[in-house]
């Protein structure tokens, strides 16, 4: 989310916006609550791919975006995450 820096100097993170017919609501939730949600710890069911993005996140490897177009005519371009992976 982009910023907003306040008379004061105090960085204002704006509220999520949920996506309409996705996701019924949307909040800032602490790293640790989110990271015991995906990984069902809380008594859920979890989420396997967002399971497996904090395990990368936790590694120190960043996330990249890069959109993706489809074979199927009339579809529209998908975003796709994957891990930056550099050689040494």
């Given amino acids: 989310p982009v910023e907003v820096v306040d008379e004061a100097g105090v960085a204002m993170i704006p509220a999520p916006v949920p996506q309409e017919c996705e996701i ?3 909040a800032w939730i602490p790293m640790q609550q989110y990271k ?3 990984r069902g710890n809380d ?3 979890g989420h ?3 399971s497996h993005v904090m395990d990368v996140l936790e590694t ?3 996330i990249r975006k890069r959109t993706v177009h489809s074979v199927v005519p009339g579809r529209k ?3 796709m995450y994957h891990p930056c992976v ?3």
Avoid: L
Wanted: glycine residues 14%.
């Fill in 77 to 79: 371009p998908n975003p």
């Fill in 60 to 62: 120190g490897m960043q």
């Fill in 48 to 50: 396997p791919m967002m």
């Fill in 24 to 26: 019924e609501s949307a």
């Fill in 86 to 88: 550099t050689e040494e």
């Fill in 36 to 38: 015991d949600m995906v």
């Fill in 43 to 45: 008594g859920g069911s």
